[in-house]
């Protein structure tokens, strides 16, 4: 069974960098997507980032896009979100997940979550 746990969260001035981690283990997908995901109090998922692991290729939300690099490292098993000019807006709980087919910045279709891990912006 896949278990992803997440780290990195925390809270910073505005304009500040975090780095998120997502540490995976039983993960099943020979090749499949990786994705940081988002969720503000009141509001539903929002996609932040996708990364193909078949290519590399990359796809942000529009709203990160420039500030956010979404990478992995194979020999760790781990995922990233590094995040830099961080705004008030970026406040939210952060998820990693994974699935072993196209990416989508949809939720609807990740089979393995994290726990998550918060992020707070201060202005």
């Known amino acids: 069974q896949v278990q992803l746990v997440e780290s990195g969260g925390g809270s910073v001035q505005a304009g500040g960098s975090l780095r998120l981690s997502c540490a995976a283990s039983?993960?099943?997908?020979?090749?499949?997507?990786l994705a940081w995901f988002r969720q503000a109090p009141g509001k539903g998922h929002e996609g932040v980032a996708t990364?193909?692991?078949?290519?590399?290729?990359?796809d942000y939300a529009d709203s990160v896009k420039g500030r956010f690099t979404i990478s992995q490292d194979n020999a760790k098993n781990t995922w990233y979100l590094q995040m830099n000019g961080l705004k008030p807006e970026d406040t939210a709980m952060y998820y990693c997940?994974?699935?072993?087919?196209?990416?989508?910045?949809?939720?609807?279709?990740?089979?393995?979550w994290g726990q998550g891990t918060q992020v707070t912006v201060s202005s």
């Open positions: 997940a994974a699935r072993g087919s196209y990416c989508t910045l949809r939720a609807l279709g990740y089979s393995a």
């Open positions: 039983g993960y099943p997908f020979s090749v499949g997507c």
């Open positions: 990364l193909w692991t078949g290519g590399g290729y990359t």
